[in-house]
């Protein structure tokens, strides 16, 4: 199973962001789209980073709201693990446990395609167990 067959499910809308966007303004997008996550891309398109609600707490952790007047590019991180439509969910699911995120930006000949969240995988993951579940349910009534 890829990646592919989530973005064919959810789409590829991503809800994408300047760098020099506001902390404050970033918040008001992931609570619009109820996501933990956007993405930051530069004045030609490219991916330049990703900001997610946790990097907003830190920021506010350590300098108070007054963070929320400071740019994206100040807080978010910059190098990001990113995966193609073709990868696995498995090879997805082993990046996001050993980085310890839970977003994983799609990229296809370095154009963004989509993003992965966490939650995504975990609902595939229990659609194809409830699938083979069924399919074994079916043998063995057939047998
Ligand atoms: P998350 O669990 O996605 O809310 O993110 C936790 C932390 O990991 C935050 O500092 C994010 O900026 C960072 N992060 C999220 N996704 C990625 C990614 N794909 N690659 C690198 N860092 C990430």
Redesign the pocket.
Known sequence: MTVASILAHKGSDTVTVSPDDSLKAVAGVLDRHKI??VIALDGTGKLAG??????IVRAIARGGTAVLDDPVSSH??K????CTSKDRISSIMRKMSE???????VVDSGKLVGVISIGDVVKRRIADIEMEWQAMQDYIAAS
């Open positions: 933990g996550a990703i900001m997610s609600e946790r990097d978010m991180t190098k990001v693990v990113t980085g310890k995120f839970r977003h994983v930006p």
